[in-house]
């Protein structure tokens, strides 16, 4: 440990891992084996970071709450394995909704990105610079958001779904689809990034004949999720994307021909 950085007593620092210099450490922190903390971090009280997890210069971990209805509960931040947190990244501890707010293993939040209380971003995430994520927000797996995009509170993002940069996300993005435009609207099905993840052409196949239902056929919400349900095959991928739009509260965005 560096003698220049600040260490709590009363929290866990894991084996192996670096504090450099001009770093704060709060009381009630884990770190885990292998981190990497950089100079000029703050790592305030709550903070549970698994193994080999990067965090760059000027980041702050674990602050206290932006909601004027947070009344000083033991609330926590929980960093999963093998992530990267970038320059100047704020992650927000949560409140008495979740208690906690959750970055999954192996994601990439670059810099000047925010992410709110109670928030839940799920594994293999990328965060790209300046986004803005606010309270209560749900990112499922590998999905990517955009540099500079802003996020209602209480948004859903699907898993394997990418969001233009500069978006404003008002409505929930389905699953492995890409949304742009403003309003923000139905872009396609992100193929490539489903190759990358080692989708079969006929997987993707069966999601993009889901969508053409969803937002070609000029068919409303239940009218397309009924035909979806009669007339395409039972697989993971129906399941979730059924699922994500029944129980979205917000609703899901438009299409772009709408």
């Known amino acids: 440990m560096n003698k220049l950085s600040y260490i709590n007593p009363n929290s866990k620092i894991g084996k192996d891992s670096v504090i450099e210099p001009f770093s704060y450490i709060d009381e009630n922190v ?23 997890v990067k965090i760059f210069p000027g980041a702050v971990i674990s602050s206290v709450p932006q909601d004027l209805k947070f009344n000083g509960e033991d609330t926590l931040v929980e960093i999963g394995e093998g992530t990267t947190v970038r320059e100047f990244v ?10 906690k707010t959750t970055i999954g293993k192996n994601c990439l939040l670059m ?49 394997h779904s990418m969001v233009s940069g500069g978006s404003i996300v008002r409505k929930d993005i389905p699953p492995y689809c890409k949304a742009g435009k403003e309003p923000l609207a139905y872009k396609g099905v992100n193929s490539i990034g489903l190759k990358r993840r080692n989708f079969s052409q006929d997987q993707i196949n069966q999601i993009q004949n889901m969508y053409r239902i969803l937002y070609l056929e000029g068919k ?8 979806i349900s009669e007339d395409i095959e039972k697989t993971k991928e129906k399941e979730i994307l059924l699922e994500f739009i029944k129980t979205s509260e917000r609703g899901v965005i438009k299409g772009f021909l709408d």
Do not use: M, P
């Open 30 to 52: 884990i770190v885990g084996n292998n981190c990497w903390i950089g100079n000029n971090v703050t790592i305030y009280s709550g903070a549970r970071i698994g193994d080999n």
């Open 90 to 99: 704020t992650i927000s501890r949560g409140t008495k909704d979740k208690f």
């Open 111 to 159: 810099a000047y990105s925010h992410i709110a209380h109670d928030c839940i971003i799920e594994d293999n995430c990328i965060i790209v610079n300046g986004v803005q994520i606010a309270g209560h927000s749900v990112i499922n797996e590998f999905a990517i958001i955009g540099g500079g995009t802003l996020i209602h509170q209480f948004t859903r993002i699907g898993c």
């Open 220 to 227: 409303n919400i239940s009218q397309a999720l009924n035909k």
